[in-house]
């Protein structure tokens, strides 16, 4: 079946710009997860969803940076007035898990963001 | 806070060599541990997992052991191959809550022929 989807695969933005993006999970998945992920860098946590409740965002940088999932499938990640150092690669993950139990994370290819 | 180190890459192996990439985990409780790959042009794959002290996590002949005693989860595998060129990253979920995952930084292997 069709994996987790992410767009637009490469966002080039200008500082100050405004940046939407999008990650359609794998259907029937209750936790979806986004990471941000430096070159060179492993991935780190920026929120996480359960449905379509935000239960951590404990990992977003700063208050320019917002995620939603309005109706507990697709997710938005949101990122105003962007700044150079938020180029990155942008990881969304989808999993069965509800809070104690292990399942794998499915990952998206990605959004690379490149803020010039 | 919880935390992944693992070791600084590249590591360059001939073809049919012998991998290991280390991995030590700084967690409270008892974490899940996981290897991740990822290939060139790809997403991050899963590669195996341990859920518990002792537990050997393994998948395309590749093996981890979840120590405890050590907070270690290295990778081996006995012969690479070219097509397991790619980044693998060691990660580990925090136990009894959502599965978020703490990840190393990454060790590229580059394996020639």
């Known amino acids: 079946g069709a994996g987790v989807s992410q767009s637009p695969r490469y966002k080039v933005a200008k500082r100050g710009q405004d940046v939407a993006l999008r990650c359609d999970p794998i259907?029937?998945?209750?936790?979806l997860f986004w990471y941000q992920q430096a070159l060179g860098q492993g991935p780190e946590f920026l929120t996480y969803f359960q449905n379509e409740a935000q239960l951590d965002k404990s990992g977003l940088p700063s208050d320019r940076f917002f995620a939603e999932r309005p109706e507990g499938s697709v997710s938005t990640l949101k990122i105003q007035r962007t700044q150079q150092e938020d180029s990155a690669v942008y990881l969304c993950?989808?999993?069965?898990?509800?809070?104690?139990?292990?399942?794998?994370?499915?990952f998206g290819p990605g959004t690379r963001l490149t803020v010039t | 806070g919880d935390s992944v180190t693992q070791m600084e890459g590249p590591v360059t192996l001939s073809e049919e060599a012998f991998l290991t990439i280390n991995c030590t985990y700084t967690a409270t409780g008892y974490p899940s541990l996981f290897w991740y790959v990822q290939y060139p042009g790809e997403g991050l794959q899963l590669l195996l997992k341990a859920t518990k002290a002792d537990d050997k996590g393994s998948n395309k002949g590749f093996e981890a052991t979840y120590r405890k005693e050590t907070t270690s989860f290295h990778l081996e595998k006995g012969s690479v191959q070219v097509s397991d060129s790619a980044v693998y990253f060691c990660?580990?979920?925090?136990?009894?809550?959502?599965?978020?995952?703490?990840f190393g930084a990454g060790t590229r292997l580059a394996v020639h022929p």
């Open positions: 259907s029937g998945h209750v936790s």
């Open positions: 993950a989808s999993s069965l898990a509800r809070q104690g139990a292990t399942y794998e994370q499915y």
């Open positions: 990660a580990l979920s925090t136990a009894g809550g959502y599965n978020k995952l703490i």
